[in-house]
């Protein structure tokens, strides 16, 4: 149903019951009348269908209420991750899909709050009809790690589930040529829901590594007399590891040379299409870079797929920047939270660009209620992927009590740019490696800069060198670069931004442009001053360190 034209119709303004028509994904942002409307609107498609159908819809923004044929059929909150809904035995003809978005902020909405970056309204992402028969496969996880010297175990881990009036005998194939083929013999009862798992241990396989991210596909089909439901996922052989104060890629110890990165641009608002997510991921390969951090939400799968064969390292983190303990103490604050964090790993986990997992940026980790937010969370992405490490960016720094829960721990800091002018990018950071290494909780852990930078404005250009000029971008991020990457105690950083951002106009009135203007590019990938230091600090940096594990 994406890339299919759907009416649209607000609900309240000035245009309020006048009828757009709009190409799926999009944010009403993208219509001129619309640009900065908060409300709800209604979106209309129809199609022919008949039988037991799924919508899988990858992302609406950011509350959805979905009708077929004037039907309730569910809601879901938060436009970042992905969801799905049943509709069973609908009549063979024409049928109507109607999706309410709403993008207000309200006690309701403990996580899309107006912040540095925009909530948008629309079908952000795509959206996909599937016909189903008797039973479908909602889900096939690939887990991988190292068995031995040259050795890799995998376990395969499918979901089935039975929507037949009787119970009925299945087969589920699993299929990854030229790795391995089995068949496995299912007995479901009426409408139940099966785990399925397979463990394969394997050699010879070609490791995913950012140089060479080699990808294998392993196709379920799932058959009774004949094949009635089919999902393909990708993996490649890579594992994770946190050894002292490196992170092990596969053994070797790499250095994250990365870009924060949110999904806006000034055409499409979030509703980002593959080219030009992919041009993003270009720049900053331009750049030298070799990860990128999805701050602050789960980002569209497209973005994933492409990193995943790009070689780009992710560190992708679940919805929340931010918040103070009053906000987390919203009583919908922790089922918002779970379910983004579970919609997120659920989806996501197969991609071996992901190497790490996030949570919670800037909320409040000084507290004990904050500490007690984050053991849960973190609590609950251990129980979902055992095979990733955790972090958060902090910017509560020495007085950040919960650093000692997740494996690797990460901080915000923008010397040279918030701080006090006297501090220099270099003291700021030696004090803060000091501090580390003489604190039991953080000393053996990873430490990454998970956000430095310093604004300007695409175009502003001052012989002295001032604030917002492109000139002092240039010498504020070349001191705080070279300042960590020059720290062998820590093992790399994401630059805030890769590009200029729209932020909520209800909040932040004191930036420039009602923008986020740190990227190294602007909001329309035009390069800034600065990109040519990016460039030659990154590319003078390898991607792993040199050092005897
Ligand atoms: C924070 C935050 C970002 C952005 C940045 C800034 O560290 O995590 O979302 O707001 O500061 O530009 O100040």
Not at 125 to 145: C, D, N, Q, T, W
Not at 261 to 275: K, S, T, V, Y
Request: charged residues 25%; proline residues 4%; glycine residues 6%.
């Amino acid at each position: 149903m994406s890339g299919s034209v759907w009416s649209f119709v607000p609900e309240s303004g000035e245009h309020a019951g006048t009828s757009y028509s709009v190409v799926v994904p999009t944010v009403w942002e993208n219509l001129p009348e619309f640009a900065s409307y908060r409300g709800r609107g209604c979106f209309r498609r129809k199609f022919y269908g008949e039988g037991n159908v799924r919508l899988v819809c990858k992302g609406i923004s950011h509350t959805a209420e979905i009708y077929l044929d004037g039907r309730l059929l569910g809601k879901h909150y938060n436009a970042y991750t992905p969801f799905s809904l049943l509709a069973r035995q609908i009549p063979s003809g024409e049928h109507e899909l109607k999706i309410i978005v709403d993008n207000r902020f309200s006690e309701n909405s403990a996580l899309h709050i107006p912040n540095d970056y925009m909530t948008y309204g629309g079908i952000n992402r795509g959206i996909v009809l599937e016909h189903l028969k008797k039973a479908y496969i909602e889900y096939l996880h690939v887990e991988v790690g190292k068995a031995g010297k040259n050795g890799w175990k995998v376990l395969l881990t499918t979901k089935i589930n039975g929507i037949s009036d009787s119970s009925e005998r299945y087969t589920l194939r699993l299929q990854a040529d030229p790795l391995f083929t089995d068949e496995i013999a299912i007995d479901l009862e009426t409408n139940e829901s099966r785990i399925v798992q397979k463990e394969i241990y394997l050699e010879n396989v070609s490791e995913w590594t950012p140089e060479n991210p080699v990808l294998y596909k392993v196709r379920a089909i799932l058959s009774d007399t004949e094949p009635m439901d089919d999902l393909i996922e990708r993996f490649g052989f890579r594992e994770i590891k946190v050894s002292g104060k490196y992170i092990l890629l596969n053994g070797r110890p790499i250095r994250i040379k990365g870009f924060n990165r949110h999904e806006d641009h000034p055409m499409f608002g979030c509703a980002m299409p593959l080219q030009a997510i992919e041009q993003d991921i270009q720049i900053a390969m331009d750049l030298g870079a070799n990860a990128i951090r999805t701050s602050h939400y789960p980002n569209d799968e497209l973005f994933l797929d492409l990193c995943d064969e790009q070689g780009i390292l992710v560190w992708e983190e679940s919805h929340a920047r931010g918040l103070k303990e009053y906000h987390m103490q919203n009583p919908y604050f922790q089922k918002q939270s779970e379910d983004c964090i579970r919609e997120m790993v659920m989806n996501h986990k197969n991609h071996p660009c992901i190497f790490v997992w996030g949570i919670l940026n800037e909320c409040a980790s000084e507290t004990l209620y904050g500490r007690d937010c984050y053991t849960k969370q973190y609590r609950q992405l251990k129980e979902l992927d055992r095979t990733r490490p955790r972090t958060s960016a902090s910017n509560k720094h020495k007085k950040d009590i919960c650093l000692d829960i997740p494996e690797i721990v990460s901080f915000n800091l923008y010397p040279e740019w918030y701080s006090d002018q006297n501090e220099t990018a270099v003291d700021c950071i030696q004090d803060m490696m000091q501090w580390i290494r003489n604190n039991p909780v953080t000393r053996n852990k990873p430490f990454i800069v998970s956000e430095i930078g310093a604004g300007a404005l695409y175009g502003y250009h001052t012989r002295t060198k001032d604030k917002w000029s492109e000139e002092y971008q240039c010498i504020a991020l070349e001191h705080q670069l070279r300042a960590v990457l020059e720290s062998a105690e820590c093992c790399g950083v994401f630059i805030w931004q890769l590009t200029d951002i729209r932020i909520s106009r209800e909040r932040f009135e004191n930036r420039p442009r009602t923008m986020n203007n740190k990227g190294i590019v602007d909001e329309y990938r035009r390069p800034k001053m600065s990109y040519e230091i990016v460039k030659d600090i990154f590319t003078s940096y390898d991607d792993y360190f040199e050092t005897n594990l």
